[in-house]
Structures are given as C-alpha cells and as structure tokens.
C-alpha cells in the first residue's frame, strides 16, 4: 500500500475551521484509541490545506468520512 492510499488531504477554509478541525482531530483520536497519525502542513494561495495521514487505510478512510459529516453539519446541512 502507498502512501496515498491513506492519505487525506483536508482545505481549511478560515481561521474559526482550522480550530475546528484541531479539535476534530484531538476527539477523533481519542475516540479510536490513538492511531499513529501525521499531519503536514501546506499553506497554498486558495487557503491552507492539511495532510492527513494514518497508518491504517480503514482508519484514514473513517476520518475523512466523519470530517466530511462534520463540516456539512458545521455548514447546517
């Protein structure tokens, strides 16, 4: 498996989602028993945009599934 089979990328869109998003990710981790994670950080001209990466494919796949979810309820959909 490479690397990006498991890697999400995440677009912050302003400042009051990058705090959501760090405590999105500090309550999913523990939630799932603290998965071996590593994010990257890749600031670019149309916001900043995350790397997230897990060790475990099905746990990479979870978190963007319920980071997607979360912000379509953050946006009232």
Do not use: T
């Amino acid at each position: 498996m490479n690397a990006a089979d498991i890697a999400v990328e995440i677009c912050i869109a302003s400042a009051e989602e990058a705090l959501r998003f760090s405590a999105f990710v500090q309550a999913f981790l523990s939630r799932n028993g603290f998965p071996f994670v590593m994010i990257h950080n890749a600031p670019d001209l149309s916001g900043e945009r995350r790397k997230v990466v897990f060790e475990d494919a099905g746990v990479g796949r979870k978190f963007a599934r319920e980071w997607r979810l979360d912000r379509l309820a953050a946006c009232g959909a």
